[in-house]
């Protein structure tokens, strides 16, 4: 009995260590666009931005992706199983792993002229070419985490991703940097970042190698001739790349598509080069801003499906029920609070950030994605711990297809506005096939009241923020920057705690609710 409950404690501490770890690597991944895009500018920004997807893919499958592959793999046919019979299911994870990684390499440095011209932009060919070198390295990550996590030592991962981040947002802040001090084009110091990205990839996989060599693992040998069929483990692996691969690139995808279309619409209906660049990486602050707003308002719903998960075990209907919705409440109140305060800061907040207020109506825009994006991700987590794996990754390829056929019908009449509504719509519409597809699995959504509430405590939030900003730009330049930072941080302390204050006095969540609720259960008591 001690030994199990030790086994579950340590299981418990090791997804807290992995959810602190992945936090901080977001956030990471995210801010470090803001001084990078003030070293560079809008243009510079533009040229990382159109190959940073392609990074982004080996990153999220290296961090994310793969490595819970390789854990469900391993959970389906080595729990309980001999040394032997692991060893040879981790032996053909790698080969697996490694024909994808080369095959995509291959594919993105042989394609890098084709690509380049489908961006219509021939100088990104150099910086496509370094990206495949990262897929490279993808397989060997994957493995060492992968391999971790299933044997509940999460550990290793949680300091690779932070070591990882760490050198590589470094290395691309020095690099880029020095380099537009020492006068190479914005090309060059792009290139010079990926480079960067890739030694945090390389300090990783070192990290990783220190840890298994500590431990001398027995799992990592050579094995291929032990009692298990290779096709069923092939199998699992070429199911769980299509889902949940595919699910976990979804902000990705949606990023690639502006890549590959927008800057090349934007030329063809008479742009000048050098301000539709300008245009696409004005367009692209929305990246960071969505991706920070999307992890604020996730990490308290995800906090929540492990309890589904437990509930799917236990066959308890109900209580699946109830933490359903009460996960998706907290991320609607989050992700709307989110996406409506950056709505009505926008102005200051885009002065904070990148200098100006260049694109501030499209980043508005763009903002709305916050709420949607939360809820796609909320759902695939819940869904992939209900057993749907099929469903988030076939809507995540709906809604990509979506995205690049409304970017081609919007794009030339509404330019980068175009865009920024095809994002919008296309997470809108991918949340609502996820909660579609629940509705008719027999799951309910009592969620009227709280929308309403939801709803009024957003409008009140943004009456008090527009007010608020009104009123200080009658006596402060808000196209100063530290004025604008002021501004800025005093609106979200001002918006913030209305919307907060707002939610409780509305009773949006009864007190048993907010037990469940990290942070705020401590609040309550």
Sequence with gaps: MNVQKNSINLAMQGAVVLTIAGLITKILSAAYRVPYQNIVGDIGFYIYQQVYPFYGMSVILATSGFPVLISKVMTDYGYGKSVQIRS????ITFLYLTVFGLILSIFLYISSDEIAAIMGDSHLTALIKVTSISFIIVPFVSLFRGYFQSEQNMHPTAVSQVIEQGIRVSCILISSYLMIRAGYNLYEAGFGALVGSIVGSLAAFMMLLIFWRKEQQELMRWNISAPIHTLKILASLIKYSLTIGLSSLLLIFIQLIDALNLYSLLIGEGMGEVLAKETKGVYDRGQPLIQLGTVVATSLALSLVPLIGSAKAQNNFKLIQDKLNLSLKICIVIGAGASAGLIAIMKPTNVMLFTNASGSFVLMILSASILFTSLCLTMFAILQGLGYTFLPALSVLVGVGVKYLMNIWL?????????????????????????????????????????????LATILMISILIMFIMVTGLFIDLDTRLYASVVSFSGILVGGGFYGWAILKLNVFSRDELQYIPIVKKLVK
């Design 411 to 455: 794009v030339p009449k509404y330019g980068v506005v175009g865009a920024a509504i095809s994002t919008v719509f296309s997470y809108s519409l991918i949340a609502l096939i996820t909660i579609l597809f629940m509705i008719v699995k027999g799951y309910t959504f009592k969620q009227g009241k709280s929308l309403f509430k939801i709803s």
């Design 88 to 91: 040879k299911i981790m032996t």
